[in-house]
């Protein structure tokens, strides 16, 4: 065969009736789920004790507590409440918020959800392209020194919490040297914005990837396989390229997904230590305000999320390993 | 190697291009108008005055809209013109006058009817205002509030609540009870009238920059939730030709850390947003750095009933070393508090006249002697107590500090930390039964004592010590109906004895009274944060 063109018995064409059957289904099983976690947290939400109307010292008059609880229908059961919730989920109106008193669920999420999207799939972008390379590269030049300073900077970067990291880069980057790199101290606008935080968010996920990479390629690399192909004559571009390649990157993948939804759920540290106006703020002081609707909403949307990112997941693994979507159809 | 080679070069590439385009894009451009920059460290609940219960909502209002009251320098806090130019109080019947120039932003005037209606708005029980107990002091205001509308029709009730505008500019309400604060209570935001058709229009998005309709010395130009917040002067308030500042950036920053780092790198140039204790030393140092006394006291309270003899209560209340939690833990200026009354209130030094608690506590010989000597009184001493606090640092490192001041007098506590809203549950009142002490503050809603005072009456929603003392409650009702300020002094001196006092029941602690602090960069002129937490972005100005 000639050198350069993909060897086709690794991808036959995906089958597009199966796909569409496959992602339909599981589109179908994400209503039980999310039944199930409304339900879930709304039980958990109830069982933590707390006024969602009470925010300071100041007792809250029991008559006032009552129109209180009349207007965001807290005196009803809570069968009704959950029923209520459940058709506000389905209909895209997911109430008003207890704290913010002027917005609701949806206008939070429609203005915040973007921003923490954003800054999770920078963040995801760069621990990518710098994660994947980092770890090819140090597994192809094992125990050389780049291969022992990669992975003790991937240690590093897993070990350092990222609220330090943050701190650090805004000392540095942006109050010390932000004369020459323009980088803000704080605030979600313009570019110069963007990186800091990116880079800080996705510093975690980069070592994982690298660490994740390097593991499963040194692992490929001793396969009686990849021993064939080199015993072939193939070039070693073309085996590292071709078949260590496609076989380590599918625990990476796996990763992914999980990791994407975990990137912007927990860029709560991230987003109070820059000042980004983004969802993973209101997502955690809404638990501590026991603020139920705006809990609930990030919550059934996180999930959703989840949903989605596991879909992608599951499909991009038939693409790069044929041998799962043979047992799916 | 090559593949290394590309792979770092192509780092070092890309950090090239964005230091290089940084360096291109120098900023600062320099405009002739007067920008102030501060951070809030909040973003606003709601810009709603009958909806809005905190400071950072209060601090927006105040600049959006015009109080109808506004209050003198400290520590009389007189109550001076506003929207209400003047004002007679006969009894329970006050009646205010409008000024005539005041408009809204659409060019339509501030009418006494605007008020009223806005004031019946936030008693409605549709609305369902936290702060609605603003106005219990007027006649049918609770009745009205307390309507249950999935039951029967309020309308009724409504019209029978002790608010009316006989004329275009003359409100008169009728007060349950003469409240001789009343006039100064009106400088609290719930207070402020709306411009009713703009609710009308937009329902809850009225609040929002484009719907809102505003009568004060600035207008809201954009609102970037959880971002920024943009003010520009109003040209058509009465007192424009007065108002210094053009605009006014308030980015919105909760970290302190973050905060401070803005301020440090001239993003900001006013930082409310609070420091972090280990910052503070240093920030001391800066002449950027204002302390501004406050009416709130930080106090731990006693579940009587877990603590039932007075002299361990005194013992416990005298330990404590005031001094040094101020100095070492709080670090802001704090006032070691000798009684309950905060005494930058009207009258407070007669009324905190014979607070006797030592400043130093167990740590003065004095102190430990005095401690000693009350605890030397208690038949039954309990000595094993809970001490109850909320999680936050600052209220840990403070109950430590009393954790080892009531350790000499032989009592072991038990430190409990609660998550706030757990916390304020637990509390009640009554409390938890196994609430032995507990930490909690106040800060005034108006500016008279009764407020602080009238905490520990028998009924009131935030007592939860399990005090009741009927001479107490006597007391604070003749207070209600004595229009006279001395002598009202001195039935609060009489009350506040009762309470901490050398011969009182010391249900609580009081341990110390409130600042507020800021950083203000000193080309920034005229800010300043009154005892009540307000600032008035009005009277500042910038020095070039």
Redesign the interface.
Known sequence: MPDGIPSPIFCPPLHPAYMAAFVVRRVFWTIPVILLVILLTFGMMRAIKGNPFRNTERNIPASIQKNLERKFHLDKPWYVQYALYVKGVFTYDLGPSMLQRNQTVNDIINEHFPVSVQLGVFAMIFAVVIGVPLGILAALRQNSLFDYLAMAFSNIGFAIPSFLTSTLFLYFFALKLGKYTGFPTFGWSGWRSWILPSIALGLGPMTYFARLVRGTMLETLQQDYIRTAKAKGLRWRRVVGVHVLRNSLIPAVTAAGPLLGYIITGSFIIETIFAIPGIGKYYVTSVSSRDYSVTMGITVLLSILIIIANLVVDILYGVLDPRTRDQRA | MR??GT?WGGIALALAL??A???Y?A?ATSHKKAVLNMSVGA?P????PG?A??TTSAFILNQLMDPLIRLGPPPALKPEPGLVQSWQVKGTDVTLHLRHDDKWTNGKPVTANDVVQSWLRTIS??????Y??QF?GIVGA?AY??C???KQDCNALRAKVGVSAPDKWTVKVKLVSPQPWFIQQLSHTSFLPVYLPAVQKYG?????PGNIVTDGPFKLAAW?????LTLVKNPQWRDAKNVKLDVVNM?????A??AL??Y??G?IDVDTTGFNPTDIPKLKKMPDWHVYKALGTYYYGFNVKAIPDVNQRKAMAAAIDRHAIVKYITQSGQVPAKAFTPIGISGGDLIDKNGWLPQGGVDTPAGLKLAKSYMAKVANPVKDINLYINNSPGHIQIAQAIQSFWQKLGITVNIKVQ????Y???LG?PPNSSVGAYR???IADYPDAYNFLSLWTCDS??NNTNWCNKKYDALMNKAIHTQDAEKRTKIYQQAEDLLTGKNGDMPIAPIYWYTYTALVRPKVKGFFITPMDNVFLDKVSISS
Do not use: M, R
């Open positions: 593949k290394k792979f964005v230091v385009g940084s360096a894009a900023t973003e609940p709601s810009l709603d909806l219960t905190d029980p549709e609305l369902a205002a936290d609605a107990y219990y609770q509030n307390s249950d509308t999935s809850n998005k009225w609040t929002e970037k939730h959880d971002a920024k980015p919105i920053i909760t970290d850390s973050t780092n803005a440090k790198a993003s998550e706030w809203k757990q304020l549950q637990f009142p909690l503050g106040w929603g935030n």
